[in-house]
């Protein structure tokens, strides 16, 4: 039985996400730009991701590496290969914008890009498909997720107001409202942390403020002449979970 080929692994230009005309200070800013956004999270996307880069720019980092891999990458295929582009500096018509004239170029493919037409992101200008970066792992929630973290927002919303509503109570009012408000924020985070993997994002916020604001009901549900002055200890916590999980 014939053996299976492996597939093509990734052209590293494009795993920087730099034209391959690139100069080296814009390939060092692009794999630091790019570091950082992903950052060390444990999600195993991630920690691909910056497997990665680090393949990537060891090799696109050293002069003499670099220079050793473009010749053997002239021979790759067609696909991977950028399309020739006008010389640095040269003035040509926007191809997005045929009325105006630009010298500018895609830091990537080096497409030529005008004022309106460009995308500015942390490694430069790009046209429009260049800049279509791919979302970060850490903001992209599984149905899973979802469901934990629905589950999480209700569970620890009930469990939160009836502590609230029986314990805490006292503490409702004047000054220690901010005291309430800050334990709502942090237990909010912790559990929605913990629900969903360390998420973040509108997603994982919404979910936070929504606990907060079951929490909050409950408490009313148990003593209702005091609902109104639980609003202030809820908007402490809603703010600071949205701060910590944004």
Request: aromatic fraction near 8%; hydrophobic fraction near 45%.
């Amino acid at each position: 039985m014939p053996a299976q080929e492996s597939p093509p692994e990734r052209d590293l230009y494009e795993v920087l996400e730099v034209s391959p005309n690139a100069s080296q200070e814009v390939i060092e800013a692009a794999y630091r730009s790019l570091s950082a956004r992903y950052g060390a999270d444990p999600d195993p996307r991630i920690r691909e991701r910056r497997r990665e880069l680090d393949a990537a720019w060891a090799v696109l980092g050293d002069p003499r590496r670099r220079a050793e891999y473009d010749a053997g990458r002239r021979g790759a295929p067609a696909a991977t290969v950028v399309a020739d582009a006008p010389p640095p500096g040269t003035v040509v018509v926007c191809p997005r914008d045929p009325g105006v004239e630009t010298a500018l170029r895609c830091s990537r493919c080096g497409t030529p890009i005008c004022p309106r037409c460009l995308v500015q992101t942390p490694v430069g200008a790009r046209c429009r498909d260049c800049a279509r970066i791919a979302r970060n792992p850490i903001y992209t929630l599984t149905a899973g997720g979802m469901v934990r973290a629905a589950a999480a927002s209700l569970i620890g919303g009930v469990v939160m107001g009836l502590a609230w509503g029986l314990i805490l109570l006292p503490f409702t009012f004047g000054f220690f409202a901010i005291f309430v408000g800050a334990g709502l924020g942090y237990a909010f985070t912790r559990v929605l942390e913990v629900a969903t993997g360390r998420k973040r994002g509108p997603a994982v916020v919404a979910f936070a403020i929504a606990g907060i604001v079951i929490a909050w009901g409950v408490m009313a549900l148990l003593v209702p002449q005091v609902w109104l002055y639980g609003v202030l200890p809820a908007g402490i916590g809603a703010y600071l979970a949205y701060m910590n999980l944004r």
